[in-house]
């Protein structure tokens, strides 16, 4: 398993369960950091944990009955009821991660996989030192800038959106009463020209809540993204800048934006984050999943846009199925690959597709309307609801 965050851990706890030895082999020297990034559940995202490890949900979850539209003079323009709950990727990622370990499966930290390989008798990866790792099967998991999908489809790249997710979490203990009246027991949304922000609350998996807002924001020219993306430090990143590590300048230019357009609630919680975060929201489409004895899964295949909610569900529900294809270590590993490949890309092309369309419509048309329901879904929107 090359890469150990969720999609690693999830197929590295599915194959455990099928009775399969796994390694994997995290580039990340240090447990991976909570990146205080909510995550919309998905029946999909913890079956394994609630089915396989009788880990109630509720431990790691948080839900919420409605799902309520403010204008950007703060009022309550549409409420209806809904059924999401949200977690914290840290609290998912501890999870997996504990389960793992209890499953006797083996966590190298601090291997940064080169490159993969596959004939007809095993497959193997090489680390950065040239050492080759052989097994009769390589997972990549490695996500969005996967090494391993330069194996599997050399052609298939990242091809970013046009916008970019803001992100944060703020201590609701901060917050005024009235900040958070429109926000209690919901998601909230507001839909602005060309743009939209949501949040909603997620549990940390220690017993406490956090609010999580996402503001999805247009660039304002083509240059704009590789400027946003250098850090604190001066350091050029790729696709995301983590916590802390965002320009002083362009957070004050979140907070004097957040006063101008969203409604005073949103603005006060954008204002009261300590340290919000960005990641850029793409699109790879890889042509196939597998070849020979390697495969991908989460985002090291395909990468749906958030609007869906539903990349980690997709993540181990391609965990799931390939475990299932594989069944028991001995078993005709290419075969089974091709068939679980045969699965698995049109539910993630249909994914991208539809995470995309529900991005252009919020982002480019302006024909997201309000008070509609949301897109999370991973078969189809409206199968998050639980
Ligand atoms: C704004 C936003 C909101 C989202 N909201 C949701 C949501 O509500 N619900 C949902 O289901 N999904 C959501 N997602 C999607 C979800 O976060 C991702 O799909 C999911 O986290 C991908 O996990 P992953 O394990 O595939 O990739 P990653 O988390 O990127 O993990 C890849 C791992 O591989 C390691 N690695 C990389 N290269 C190497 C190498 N060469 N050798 C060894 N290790 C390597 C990395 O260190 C990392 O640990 C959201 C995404 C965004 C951007």
Request: proline share 5%.
């Amino acid at each position: 398993m090359v890469g150990g965050s969720l999609a690693g851990l999830s197929a590295a706890n599915w194959l455990r369960a099928s009775g399969w030895d796994v390694v994997v082999l995290e580039r990340s020297a240090t447990p991976l950091a909570d990146q205080g990034a909510g995550i919309v559940l998905h029946p999909s995202t913890t079956r394994l944990l609630t089915e396989r490890a009788g880990i109630p949900w509720t431990s790691i979850g948080v839900g919420v009955s409605h799902l309520r539209y403010l204008d950007r003079s703060g009022q309550v323009v549409a409420d209806r009821g809904c059924r999401y709950r949200f977690s914290a990727y840290g609290a998912l990622y501890r999870a997996l991660r504990d389960l793992f370990q209890e499953s006797g499966g083996t966590f190298l930290p601090g291997v940064t996989v080169a490159g993969a390989r596959s004939s007809e008798e095993g497959a193997a990866v090489v680390d950065a030192a040239g050492s080759e790792m052989a097994a009769a099967l390589v997972v990549g998991a490695d996500g969005v800038r996967s090494t391993v999908r330069r194996f599997v489809d050399p052609t298939a790249g990242a091809v970013t959106a046009g916008y970019v997710a803001w992100r944060g979490v703020a201590d609701e203990a901060t917050l005024p009463v009235e900040v958070l009246q429109p926000m209690v027991d919901a998601i909230t949304y507001t839909i602005l020209e060309r743009s939209h922000v949501l949040t909603y609350p997620i549990a940390m998996g220690d017993g406490s809540l956090v609010r999580n807002w996402v503001w999805y924001r247009n660039l304002r020219h083509p240059d704009e993204l590789a400027d946003i993306l250098v850090d604190r430090h001066g350091v050029q990143r790729d696709l995301s800048v983590p916590a802390g590590a965002v320009r002083d300048e362009l957070v004050a230019d979140l907070v004097r934006e957040g006063t101008r357009v969203l409604p005073p609630q949103l603005a006060a919680l954008v204002a009261s984050t300590a340290a919000p975060f960005i990641q850029v929201v793409t699109d790879v489409f890889p042509a196939t999943l597998a070849r020979g004895r390697v495969c991908l899964v989460g985002d090291a295949g395909f990468v749906a846009r958030p609007h869906a909610a539903a990349g980690t569900a997709k993540a181990a529900e391609e965990a799931r199925l390939l475990s299932q294809a594989l069944g028991r270590p001995g078993t005709d590993v290419q075969r089974a690959l091709s068939r679980w490949a045969g699965v698995a890309e049109p539910a993630a092309r249909e994914l991208v597709a539809r995470s995309r369309l529900a991005g252009e419509r919020a982002q480019v048309q302006g024909t997201w309307r309000i008070g509609e329901p949301l897109p999370f879904g991973l078969r189809r929107a409206g199968d998050s609801e639980c």
